[in-house]
């Protein structure tokens, strides 16, 4: 097997940076598999940023190494098969958007048609828009571009910084599927987004960072723990708490572990003469773990 295509598509070791006084990232190490949506998270100046541009080569690291598809960030054939939206984007004004496009592809050296280049920005819904000089779009409009500019040379590796932070609700909903299509193809894709529903909606695997350093990291059923199911139930005796089994009790409001059969276990307190009011699935959220995981471990945990 050939070891490159084999390796996972980002690989991040020991990442250290300061600038004067200030250590913006303190030793981060994850690893992005092929294929696969992987959201990094942290509060404003946890060293999201910092990691990203350190990862693709505009900032230099002071210590630590990275590899993409398999080669080290340092040579430049790593980045081919990259695409890049940085958080902060500015295209030239005087360009159309398909002379955007175009451009970028001429940087990258491959081959891309002029077919391609238009089905990519049909894909951002900016199909209508190609020949328009970007100086005349929206914020929001400039972003699609990103994402076009992003996705236009095939990439095997895509990271997104902040993709939505323009981007009305339609907008946002697009690029959740745009991400779910990406992960389809086997691309694999890294994500900065303060929008937590969007991170769990699309994402595989997540990586907490708090001031410079992984606070937490792992796939979202290792992060939010076993879900849960909630009921509101009266006349409950003895023998149907022995049923039940309950992890948490409160009033008439029952937790208990998610059953395999939850038809099962209605039926059964039905037939224990149970009176069952309500019965919903329930799980932490991402948030709530994340503002945990942040008010516990400052900077601490791994
Ligand atoms: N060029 C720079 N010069 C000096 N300090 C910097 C520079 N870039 C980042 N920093 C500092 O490094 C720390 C991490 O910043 P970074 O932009 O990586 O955070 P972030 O997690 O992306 O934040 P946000 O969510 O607000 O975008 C911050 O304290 C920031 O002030």
Not at 152 to 167: F, M
Request: hydrophobic share 40%; net charge positive; charged share 25%.
């Amino acid at each position: 097997m050939d070891p490159v295509t084999q390796s996972p598509a980002v690989w991040v070791s020991h990442l250290r940076k300061r600038y004067r006084k200030r250590t913006a990232v303190d030793g981060v190490s994850f690893t992005v598999g092929r294929g696969e949506v992987v959201g990094l998270l942290g509060p404003n100046g946890a060293g999201k940023t910092s990691v990203i541009k350190m990862m693709l080569g505009l900032v230099r690291p002071d210590a630590g190494e990275v590899m993409l598809l398999g080669q080290p960030n340092t040579d430049p054939r790593s980045r081919q098969r990259v695409g890049y939206l940085p958080e902060l984007f500015r295209y030239q004004p005087w360009l159309t958007a398909d002379e955007v496009l175009a451009l970028h592809v001429r940087l990258t050296g491959l081959k891309v048609s002029d077919r391609e280049r238009r089905e990519n920005l049909a894909l951002v819904g900016l199909a209508d828009r190609s020949r328009d000089r970007v100086g005349g779009f929206s914020k929001g409009m400039q972003q699609r571009l990103g994402l076009a500019v992003a996705l236009v040379a095939r990439p095997e590796l895509v990271v997104l910084d902040e993709p939505t932070s323009a981007l009305d609700p339609l907008g946002r909903a697009d690029v959740r599927d745009l991400l779910l299509s990406l992960r389809q193809r086997g691309v694999a894709v890294l994500l900065n987004s303060h929008l937590i529903g969007e991170v769990e909606r699309v994402c595989d695997r997540v990586v907490i960072l708090d001031r410079g350093r992984v606070a937490a990291a792992g796939t979202l059923p290792e992060l939010l723990g076993r879900r849960t199911l909630r009921l509101r139930l009266t006349e409950v005796t003895s023998s149907v708490l022995d049923r039940l089994q309950p992890t948490e009790t409160d009033g008439d409001r029952y937790t208990v572990a998610m059953p395999d059969d939850v038809p099962a276990l209605v039926a059964d307190l039905v037939k224990l003469g149970v009176h069952v009011h309500a019965v919903e699935p329930a799980r932490v959220s991402l948030e709530e773990r994340l503002l945990d995981i942040l008010r516990t471990h400052p900077g601490e945990q791994q």
